[in-house]
């Protein structure tokens, strides 16, 4: 199957900094890539969904100048981030998909986030 | 609204059989998935299921009933590595994906 890496796969990090998640298609081009939350005993809560060249649609409740999404390339999307908060430790996990369509999602294998 | 329900948790045997269902309602289909996922993991592609019927593939095996909004994935022949949080997720008419919450399978031996 496709093959999505994330980097990097854990950061601690200080309250107020920045983090940079990026998130890799290996095998495949990637014309959407989707970024998910996932709180300790939950299900995936989406993000944001990006298109390659284009901006990044948030869901509802999702800050977009504070998880800046670039998806500069068919292979590259990062997540920053920014002003890091406690309450913004959680497992970050990016999934890729080759087409517009019915296509399988593929996910990376996760960052998880520890903001002290 | 969308709303994929499945349940919390189940608990099975070593070598048994397990079904796991879920129900969907949703602003139109393009297909189900399910994904497993282990803990601190990222989910990973079981199955996808678009027409009505069964997908069998190794010991899993999917079922699809879209006039029931229905669907069910089977495990044969439970391994303890099985045990994880099996997602049931729905691909709206906007080709969105709609999660359930996850059931989470233990398996005893």
């Known amino acids: 199957g496709a093959v999505v890496s994330q980097h990097p796969s854990w950061v601690i990090c200080k309250s107020g900094t920045s983090v940079k998640i990026e998130c890799r298609s290996l095998d495949f081009q990637a014309t959407t890539m989707f970024w998910y939350r996932q709180f300790p005993k939950q299900s995936l809560m989406l993000m944001a969904t990006s298109n390659e060249g284009s901006k990044a649609t948030y869901e509802q409740g999702v800050e977009k100048d504070k998880f800046l999404i670039n998806h500069a390339s068919l292979t590259l999307s990062t997540l920053t981030v920014t002003s890091a908060h406690p309450e913004d430790s959680s497992f970050y996990i990016c999934?890729?998909?080759?087409?517009?369509?019915?296509?399988?999602?593929?996910f990376g294998p996760g960052t998880r986030l520890l903001v002290l | 609204g969308q709303n994929i329900d499945q349940p919390t948790e189940m608990t099975a045997t070593e070598g048994a059989i397990v079904q796991i269902n879920c129900t969907y309602q949703?602003?139109?289909?393009?297909?189900l998935f399910w994904y497993q996922q282990h803990a601190g993991e990222a989910p990973t592609f079981l199955s996808y299921n678009v027409l009505d019927g069964l997908e069998e593939k190794g010991r899993f095996s999917s079922f699809l009933s879209r006039s029931k909004g229905y669907s069910y994935l089977l495990l044969k022949e439970l391994q303890m590595k099985d045990s994880a949080s099996y997602l049931c997720a729905v691909l709206d008419s906007n080709y969105q994906l709609i999660w359930g919450a996850g059931t989470k399978l233990i398996i005893k031996p």
């Open positions: 949703t602003s139109g289909f393009n297909g």
């Open positions: 999934s890729a998909r080759e087409g517009q369509g019915m296509e399988t999602q593929y």
